[in-house]
């Protein structure tokens, strides 16, 4: 095939396959998936460890987006009712593959210390939007179980905020994480889930953290923006999926957004899914509702 035909072809076809082509992963030397969709470019599980995307760049404006080695949309504490498996999932063992759509797949299997079979699946959405999705399977009853998502952002994503429900039914309004509401701030679903958010998991060795319990979320949809009018990564998940936004306040050196999965007695046997979605985008007020 020449140059020109190979050319021509491309030209010829439809813009969905085009565009499809820029949003699959490639599998890298060291285990690691490569992506670049055009607006973002980055990493997902570099060195082939169990986290999330690094390395994220937003090539319109050049910005980094990631700050630290753990990265966004990390699978971190995993828990049950006044219970901590282990200290971390990003130091658990995993096996990752590329999917023929694209995406990636991961697998951390049960063990003897776990007795729950953890799957998750990264998707390339579209050029401003990144997905994990998870999947439990347990083997034994895992009450009140919970996924604890993690992303952390570069220092000039100083600006950090919630969909936040309005009072005596007023409108959903963006809130902020001022230092003034406490360091480590939590925004429940419904005060149905505060006594799983105060059963004890958070008081396990190391880095226990006790959370400013805030007014309710809208729903599940947090920001980091870079500054007051600068790139934004939106995070966003269905309620259902969701029962806790939280976030240091804004500054903090952690730079961070969390998301509770799940947060459901999960029996044996059973199957239990939820998912996550980050935009990145130089237009938050178009897509931040």
Partial sequence: MTLLMAFTMVCLL?????????????????????????????????????????SVVHAPSGMRVDRNTMG????????????????????????ANLEDDGSV??????????????KARYVLVDSETLSVEFQVKAVEILPAFEVFLASYFDT?????????????GGAAHWISATQAQGDW????????VIPMIQDGRWKQEPNPVDWFQLQKFSEPKAMRRAGS?????????????????SMPFQTEGHYSLYFSLFGKTINAGETAVAKARMQITSRPEASGR
């Fill in 229 to 245: 009018d600068g790139l934004a990564a939106i995070l966003s998940a269905d309620t259902k999926d969701c029962f806790a936004v």
């Fill in 72 to 95: 966004l949309l990390s699978p971190y504490r995993v828990f049950k009712t006044n219970y901590r498996y282990a200290s971390a999932a990003w130091d658990w063992p995993s096996q």
């Fill in 156 to 168: 000039p994503f100083t600006n950090a905020m919630v969909l936040a429900k309005g009072s005596e």
């Fill in 14 to 54: 439809p813009p969905s396959a085009v565009r499809a082509a820029s949003l699959r992963f490639a599998a890298g030397q060291k285990g690691e998936f490569h992506f670049d969709t055009g607006v973002l470019k980055g990493v997902l599980r570099a060195e082939g460890k169990s986290k999330g995307f690094t």
């Fill in 185 to 192: 701030q939590m925004f429940p679903r419904e005060d149905a």
């Fill in 105 to 118: 797949s991961v697998l951390w299997p049960v063990e003897k210390d776990r007795p729950f079979e953890l």
